[in-house]
């Protein structure tokens, strides 16, 4: 999750991270991670990986958040016959680039870089490129001999994405944070509420609360990565890159302004918040009046349950909304980090075999804070009665239909989505500007940072 953007290890603040700050979480998960678009023809596929002398048994370097650290612990424990060195660090959160910085000073040097690293999406977009003429990606390119086709084809559908640029992919993730409709149901249950399965239904119940009960929400877009749950989910093309070095930004497509449009009227209404959900003095004064959050799977533990303190057996979740006469739904995903193997390491197999293990294990992954990005594990994770028993109803189904919903058009760049959102939109809205009218200004900045960053901006 992040923080002043989202849980984010690199590519985002970590929202996971803000709320243990301001909810004082027991646990924290870095979750990062916006789809990208690797637009490279399969023919014209990049294959210039030349692996460094392979020892067998030398020890691997490993560098995790201090989330993660545990799992690492774990497999070097269930695998004594491996030599490894841990490293605790950042992971990249909260827009850290302490990772890129460290790799480059690697590569100057031409030693030092670690076997395996826990990191954000937006440090693959780097990653797996030359750090400067004559250097080696730092990432290595698993489906290179490195991981079988067929792990990387057990992936939730979509969410290796962020892994895959000139057509190979760079990492394999660790969790996403597919957007779910959260509701208390049993305040539904209690007004004669129906759960809504559209937009249109969704913005019809909340006019319908603000009327019959005031102070009730069915949302808020404060917060720093609200942006994900409502924009990616209603396929805006704010982030889309449309080649490797060309991002399209365009919030005056009907996608964009129409999602403006039910939320001003809901802002309006009062049914949605402008603070945010992790704000300070939120889960004090609203917490228990939210009747309806769109946001990700994280939401009902770290949220509802650990932040505002509902009582167990409330929160329900439902499948993502769809358009009145569209029949295919999209989601956005809020969080999820990404485990890379260095392109330097001399013990690739090893490296592998723990990324690989660290993502698609039952053992690791049925006990993560998170919900796994690898599908098998995913359903372990749903077993486990410590992330479902909670909840008022069966999250498991509405959970894996959003896992394989997440739209990749929502681009992974090489600077965070929240920055524009954080500092041109939400004051806007603080100071009592609409969504509708804060568009153009939103895109400018999105634009400006891309171009900064050596991306050719179009809006078409």
Known sequence: MESSRSPRTGRRHSLLRTAAVTLSLATTAALSGCASADTTPSSAKQSAFKPVAQKASSQITVWADSTRLPSVQAYQKAHPDVKMKVVTYDGGADGSTYLQSKVQLFDRTGSGWPDVVFGTPTDVTWASEATKPGAQPFAAPLDEKLVPQSTLDGFAKGSLTPCQFNGHTYCMRN???????????????????????????????????????????VGSVGDTNSHESYFWSGQC?????????????????????????????????????????????????????????????????????AGFRTPAKQIAAAP?????????????????????????????????????????????????????????????????????????????????????????GWSNT???????????????????????????AWQKEIAGEAKTQGYKVVDQ
């Open 175 to 217: 969790d996403i944070a597919q957007v779910v409709l959260w509701y208390n149901k049993s305040l539904m249950d209690k007004w004669g509420y129906q759960v809504p399965t559209t937009w249109e239904e969704y913005e019809a119940l909340g006019t319908k609360v603000a009327k019959e009960h005031p102070g009730y929400l």
């Open 237 to 305: 093309p704010a982030f889309s890159l449309t080649k490797p070095d060309t991002l399209r930004t365009d919030l005056q497509d009907p996608k964009c302004t129409r999602m403006a449009k039910l939320l001003d009227n809901l802002i309006s209404a009062k049914a949605v918040a402008t603070q945010g959900f992790f704000s300070q003095g939120f889960a004090k004064d609203s917490g228990s009046k939210v009747l309806m959050a769109y946001g990700p799977s994280w939401y009902g533990q770290y949220l509802f349950k």
């Open 320 to 408: 993502p909304l769809t358009w009145k006469g569209e029949s295919t739904a999209a989601t956005g995903n809020v969080g999820g980090g990404v485990w890379m193997v260095s392109s330097h390491s001399a013990n690739l197999k090893a490296s592998a075999d723990l990324v690989t293990w660290l993502t698609t294990s039952d053992a690791n992954q049925a006990s993560a804070p998170t919900y796994p990005a690898y599908a098998q594990a995913a359903k372990a994770w749903l077993a486990n009665p410590a992330n479902k028993d909670y909840f008022a109803n069966d999250v498991s189904g509405p959970f894996e239909q959003a896992a394989n919903e997440v739209w990749t």
């Open 414 to 440: 090489r600077f965070s989505d929240s920055t524009a959102w954080s500092s041109v939109v939400l004051p806007a809205l603080t100071a009592g500007k609409s969504l509708t009218e804060t568009l153009p």
